[in-house]
């Protein structure tokens, strides 16, 4: 069996795809699910397909962006006050401790924490283990510059770009 990646409570990660170079995010591996803060969200179609676009401003001075994915689908998910509401989930690259690895993210309004990003079990799962105790064990990922209209991904369309 491999070794683990220990993860401290908090890291800083990346999230390419989106055009972030750099985002703290809280480490909980008591919440199933991700979930990206987002202003406004929106439905849309593209080729027929269901898509959402997206407003976000991930703070630290990264500006705000437009996104727009595919639906990779819908879901009930409860937040840890108990309280239910449905979401929309995207998939995009984590970048976090030198791996990168697809995973599911949930667009919510997460104004008012902490963390603009949250990282749940799923995203976790068989490559990283947790340290409670611990924080930024893997230390600030360098702030990069995203040209997102040199992106080859065929998930996001960018309304405009990040200035990160």
């Known amino acids: 069996m491999a070794t683990k990646i220990v993860l401290g409570w908090r890291e800083w990660v990346a999230l390419p795809e989106l055009g ?9 591996s008591r ?11 929106w439905y849309l179609r593209e080729q027929g397909a269901p898509w959402v676009g997206f407003r976000f401003s991930p703070g630290h001075g990264a500006g705000t962006g437009e ?8 879901r ?13 989930f995207v998939l995009t690259t ?11 993210i949930n667009l919510s309004d997460r104004r008012g924490m902490l963390f603009p990003l949250l990282l749940g079990r799923t995203a976790l799962a068989r490559v990283f283990t947790v340290d409670p105790a611990r924080s930024f064990l893997h230390g600030r990922q360098p702030l990069r510059a995203v040209d997102v ?16």
């Open 76 to 88: 009930e998910v409860t937040d840890s006050g108990g309280h239910c509401t449905r979401r929309v």
């Open 20 to 28: 972030v170079g750099r985002l703290p995010a809280k480490v909980d």
């Open 67 to 74: 996104g727009a994915g595919p639906i990779l689908g819908e």
């Open 149 to 164: 209209s040199t992106l080859e991904s065929p998930r996001w369309n960018w309304a405009s770009s990040l200035a990160t």
């Open 94 to 104: 984590l970048v976090l401790a030198g791996v990168e690895r697809e995973i599911e």
């Open 31 to 41: 919440g199933r699910s991700s979930a990206l803060h987002v202003d406004a969200q």
